[in-house]
Nanobody
């Protein structure tokens, strides 16, 4: 059973920074992508940033230049450094692990989600 454990959410003022961290635990042989999505009530999930195992990163246009994703493949961790936070960044942030291989030899790939962590940015 693979679990994603997130940490680092909280309440900050506009312009401040926060770092979210996520660790995937369990029997894991590889993870293709790790990243972060966010959800605001009444809206669909939005991709914030993701990174492949080779280090290729994608960011939402709204966070490009402010957020930085990093990943440690040896520890199955992913972090999101959020700088210059804005009130519109307020949301529940979810860690996502995609293309997870849990058997050797590999048979299937699975996706997993964390439980979510609240980020609130006050103006």
């Amino acid at each position: 059973q693979v679990q994603l454990m997130e940490s680092g959410g909280g309440l900050v003022q506009a312009g401040e920074s926060l770092t979210l961290s996520c660790t995937a635990s369990g029997t894991i042989f590889s993870i293709k992508t790790m990243g972060w999505y966010r959800r605001v009530p009444g809206k669909e999930n939005e991709l914030v940033a993701k990174m492949t195992s080779s280090g290729s990163a994608n960011y939402a246009e709204s966070v490009t230049g402010r957020f930085l994703i990093s990943r440690d493949n040896t520890k199955n961790t992913v972090s999101l450094q959020m700088n210059g936070l804005k009130p519109e960044d307020s949301a529940v942030y979810y860690c996502h692990a995609g293309g997870v291989v849990i058997t050797s030899p590999p048979q299937y790939e699975y996706d997993y989600w964390g439980q979510g962590t609240q980020v609130t940015v006050s103006s």
